[in-house]
């Protein structure tokens, strides 16, 4: 079942625990949820969800920076850097250096997972 997550405070409803507390037993889907329902920590509606989007990453070749653990993924790239995404971590420049933190290429290690 899909797991959902609120815009303002970041609460993931997940259908598998539901909201015991609150009277929604745990398998209870997103979609059955009444209407008068509310996100528990903050009190907004169910109009301020979206789908948490789950990525597959067995496949993927994310390179995470060892200095502050921002993650590069080919599949995003770094365009704002001029890395169009599906560029391979092998095919960036030596120069290119962590967008966050400045640390360059060879401080990256494969994420294993």
Sequence with gaps: MKKYMCEICGYVYDPAVGDVEHGIPAGTPFESLPEDWLCPPCGVSKDHFSEVVEHNTSEKDLYVCEVCGYVY??????????????????EISEEWVCPPCGAGKNHFSKMKF
């Design 73 to 90: 993924d080919p599949a995003v790239g770094d365009v704002e850097h001029g890395i169009p995404a599906g560029t391979p971590f092998a």
